[in-house]
T-cell receptor, first 110, second 114 residues
Framework: KQEVTQIPAALSVPEGENLVLNCSFT??????LQWFRQDPGKGLTSLLLIQSSQREQTSGRLNASLDKSSGRSTLYIAASQPGDSATYLC?????????FGPGTRLSVLP | NAGVMQNPRHLVRRRGQEARLRCSPM?????VYWYRQLPEEGLKFMVY????????ESGMPKERFSAEFPKEGPSILRIQQVVRGDSAAYFCASSMTGQVNIQYFGAGTRLSVL
C-alpha cells in the first residue's frame, strides 16, 4: 500500500527566502508525481507534474525534482512571497488514482 | 474551456438526510475521481468512474455512499442518512484518459452535517 509523507508539516519564513518542501513515498512503482497548492477553503491548483521518467520540472520560481529509486521528491520555491502562503500537497499517481500526502502549511511573512 | 465544475459549493444537511454532490468534468474528459478531505486530514481517494462504469471504489465506505456517472449528465456522489462524521470537503477530479496523467480538480463541495 502506497504511503506518502511530507516534511515539514508547517513552515514559516520571512519574505525573500528560498525554501524546500519534502515528499516521500514508499512504493517507487509510480506513474507520476504532482505538486498542488491549496488555499484555505479552496480547491487544488496543480503546480507541477513530473512523469516517472523525468527527474525534474520547472515553472517560474518553482522547481520540483523526483528520485524514484529513493522514493523522494522536493519542491523548491525561490524568492518566496507572501502570496505563496498556502498548503502544498504532494500526490503520487499509483494505479488509477492519486495518493496524497498530508501537506506542508507554508506561511511567508512580509 | 470550463474547468471541473462542482455544485453546490456548500451543502448543509441535518443528520439522517441525504446529500447529493454533483461534478461535471472538463469537456472531453470521460474519467472522474472523487476524493474526500476530512478536517485537518489529507485527501483520500474514494472512487473512480468512467462513463456508466465504476472502475475502482476501494476508497468508498461500505454503507450509505454511492456514486454514478451516467451517459448523460454529471457524476453524482450520494450520501444517504448523513452523520456528523461525513462533514468534509469532497473534491472531484477529471482526466482525459484512464491512465493517471493529469487530473484536474474542481473547487470542491463542503458538506456540513448538523
Amino acid at each position: 500500500k502506497q504511503e506518502v509523507t511530507q516534511i515539514p508539516a508547517a513552515l514559516s519564513v520571512p519574505e525573500g527566502e528560498n525554501l524546500v518542501l519534502n515528499c516521500s513515498f514508499t512504493d517507487s512503482a509510480i506513474y507520476n508525481l504532482q505538486w498542488f497548492r491549496q488555499d484555505p477553503g479552496k480547491g487544488l491548483t496543480s503546480l507541477l507534474l513530473i512523469q516517472s521518467s523525468q527527474r525534474e520540472q520547472t515553472s517560474g520560481r518553482l522547481n520540483a525534482s523526483l528520485d524514484k529509486s529513493s522514493g523522494r521528491s522536493t519542491l523548491y520555491i525561490a524568492a518566496s512571497q507572501p502570496g505563496d502562503s498556502a498548503t502544498y500537497l504532494c500526490a503520487v499517481a499509483n494505479g488509477q488514482n492519486f495518493v496524497f500526502g498530508p501537506g506542508t502549511r507554508l506561511s511567508v511573512l512580509p | 474551456n470550463a474547468g471541473v465544475m462542482q455544485n453546490p459549493r456548500h451543502l448543509v444537511r441535518r443528520r439522517g438526510q441525504e446529500a447529493r454532490l454533483r461534478c461535471s468534468p472538463m469537456k472531453g474528459h470521460s474519467h472522474v475521481y472523487w476524493y474526500r478531505q476530512l478536517p485537518e486530514e489529507g485527501l483520500k481517494f474514494m472512487v473512480y468512474l468512467q462513463k456508466e462504469n465504476i472502475i475502482d471504489e476501494s476508497g468508498m465506505p461500505k454503507e450509505r455512499f454511492s456514486a454514478e456517472f451516467p451517459k448523460e449528465g454529471p457524476s453524482i456522489l450520494r450520501i444517504q442518512q448523513v452523520v456528523r462524521g461525513d462533514s468534509a470537503a469532497y473534491f472531484c477530479a477529471s482526466s482525459m484518459t484512464g491512465q493517471v496523467n493529469i487530473q484536474y480538480f474542481g473547487a470542491g463541495t463542503r458538506l456540513s452535517v448538523l
